[in-house]
């Protein structure tokens, strides 16, 4: 394989500032609910844990939290 400098062809660069490294993601309207089963002593230990996300998802800028939700699509087909 050729050494190539060059970003991959699909990298998300913020068009603001050229961050290319550290993005945010953002969920509006999250409901978070875990469900808990009371131990005899009195502990509680978590069973399940349901987030539902009911707003939007914003990618945001990790440098000058540009809205970058534009690419948000092609952020989450490239998360592993
Ligand atoms: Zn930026």
Redesign the pocket.
Same mark, same amino acid.
């Given at each position: 394989m050729p050494l190539n400098d060059s970003p991959a062809p699909n990298r998300i660069t *913020?068009p603001? *500032? $050229?961050?290319d490294t550290e993005f945010l993601e953002v969920a509006e309207d999250v409901v978070l609910t875990t469900v808990y089963m009371q131990n005899e002593d009195g502990s509680f230990t978590p069973l399940e844990d349901n987030s539902q996300v009911l707003g939007d998802i914003k990618l945001i *800028? $990790? =440098? *000058? =939290?540009?809205d970058?939700t534009a690419f948000h699509q092609r952020f989450s087909d490239m998360l592993f």
């Open positions: *913020c603001v *500032c $050229g961050n *800028c $990790g =440098e *000058c =939290e540009e970058l």
